[in-house]
């Protein structure tokens, strides 16, 4: 298995970050610490280590003052699994999980995974089987299908749908030939700018100034990748403005459990008022953070270098499922679905001894995916002010999953404990919202000078009004 340490200095490398910072990180604890075969605490610690690192960096660039960072596995691969130990109130979700979302055998043999969480996607699936919406109508539907072929169909029919694939598998498709030409995320020069400091600059002396404090994130994301992303550079101190649309649903527990620290604004860009709002506010905004698939912003006039020609010096940072290259480039997906996709789920069953796929013990594409993202958008961020420039940082969940893999395996990974939440109890903290008395994950990454925190509350989606807050 890859050393973490060894793991952190290849991602810092691919960054282009200062190599000299690395001797300011400690990282403590051990694989296993979650209940797989797979290396999800190394992932999940050098990820939260890698964003922590750039954050204490652009600190250092703001006040010419160093601090270390240390992340512990253990209370890292909690913050991996963060929607796990959220309560509202005292109380647990309800499932996350729609009646009919789930695994089913088609005719050929093959087992379909399918992502019906939200109506028009389940509608989706229920209209080109023919069916009724409930388990054992699909199932019987699916019965005369082979899997493959109902893969592709139903992508192409909107459905959200991947097919179960072992690791062999999974090497000999081409998708996987597209990813297998890829870094693990990428940083692009998109155009040039003059370099811009990041303001304002805070005094020594002065109370909760943070290494992102100032810094402007529009964060156009749903779900769990793209919103840890924008809650982690929150924990640093950004002011993010996360924009949802009035029209598309949401899973309220993961609204809140991504909402900390973010302020929240509808703005409909199917309308051309909407798209002046957000005009409006990329003129004024440092990052900015999308999970569309790929050419949906394009098409309404926010690709990568429109963006930069609206903000000159922007970081643009784009989240897809499959990555933008490759037959599944366009395609929708889900933590859940690429992990079916692309052999984890098949090969976690195998290494269980069961007769059937596992699932991985957290969503660990997603969070190490927000993470990742997090991190380039803060190396991309340093970079403009030393070199200037416009920067486009794209990632996907196949891309980390690819990444995550080939940290290797744990030798009896799987007879780890699942931590409870009682058990995880040191690593949460209290807090009000919106919603109720929250019991939520704190930040994993502890940074010797700033304390990365949520300073403002979760709210509801549109809870403010969509303009930014005085930089003061």
Not at 44 to 64: D, F, K
Not at 159 to 184: E, F, G, I, N, Y
Request: hydrophobic share 45%; proline share 6%; aromatic share 6%.
């Amino acid at each position: 298995m890859t050393d973490a340490r060894a793991a952190l200095r290849a991602l810092w490398e691919l960054a282009g970050c200062e190599p000299a910072a690395l001797e300011r990180v400690t990282l403590t604890g051990d694989d296993p610490v979650l209940p797989s075969s797979f290396a999800i605490g190394c992932a999940a610690q050098v990820s939260i280590a890698a964003a922590g690192l750039a954050a204490s960096e652009l600190w250092r660039l703001r006040t010419g003052r160093e601090q270390r960072v240390a992340v512990d596995m253990r209370a890292a691969a909690i913050d991996f699994r963060s929607e796990r130990y959220l309560r509202v109130d005292g109380a647990a979700p309800g499932s996350l999980w729609d009646p009919i979302a789930g695994l089913y055998r088609t005719g050929d043999g093959g087992t379909v995974r399918l992502h019906t969480n939200f109506p028009h996607h389940r509608s989706a699936v229920v209209k080109l089987l023919a069916c009724a919406d409930t388990r054992e109508s699909v199932q019987a539907a699916l019965s005369g299908w082979r899997a493959e072929a109902f893969e592709t169909e139903a992508n192409q029919a909107g459905c959200v749908v991947s097919m179960l694939r072992s690791a062999v598998d999974w090497s000999a498709h081409p998708q996987a030939h597209a990813l297998a030409k890829l870094p693990t995320f990428e940083i692009e020069r998109i155009d040039d700018a003059p370099a811009r400091a990041l303001e304002p600059r805070p005094r020594p002396a002065e109370p909760g100034a943070r290494p992102l404090s100032g810094l402007r994130v529009l964060d156009l994301t749903r779900v769990v990748a793209g919103p840890v992303c924008g809650r982690t550079l929150a924990a640093h101190g950004a002011d993010v403005l996360r924009i949802a649309s009035p029209s598309l649903p949401y899973i309220p527990w993961l609204v809140i459990d991504t909402g900390r620290g973010k302020r929240s604004a509808f703005v409909d860009l199917s309308s051309a008022e909407g798209r002046a709002t957000l005009t409006r506010l990329v003129e004024q905004a440092d990052v900015f953070v999308q999970g569309y698939r790929p050419g949906a912003l394009a098409a309404l006039g926010f690709a990568p270098k429109d963006v930069a020609r609206l903000r000159p010096g922007i970081v643009y940072v784009s989240l897809s499922a499959y990555s933008h290259v490759g037959p599944f480039a366009g395609r929708r997906g889900f933590d859940s679905l690429v992990q079916t996709a692309t052999g984890f789920n098949h090969e976690e069953g195998r290494a269980a001894g069961v007769d059937g796929p596992k699932e991985l013990p957290a969503q660990a594409l997603d969070h190490g995916s927000g993470q990742l993202l997090a991190f380039a958008a803060m190396a991309a961020r340093a970079r403009q002010v030393r070199e200037g420039g416009s920067y486009h940082v794209r990632a996907s969940l196949a891309q980390t999953g690819r990444w995550l893999w080939n940290l290797g395996r744990v030798d009896a990974g799987l007879s780890c404990s699942d931590p409870t939440l009682a058990e995880a109890a040191d690593r949460l903290e209290e807090s009000d919202s919106a919603f109720g008395r929250l019991r939520a994950v704190r930040h994993a990454a502890e940074l010797s000078e700033t304390r990365a925190r949520f300073a403002l509350p979760a709210v509801k989606l549109g809870w403010h009004e969509p303009r930014w807050e005085d930089r003061t």
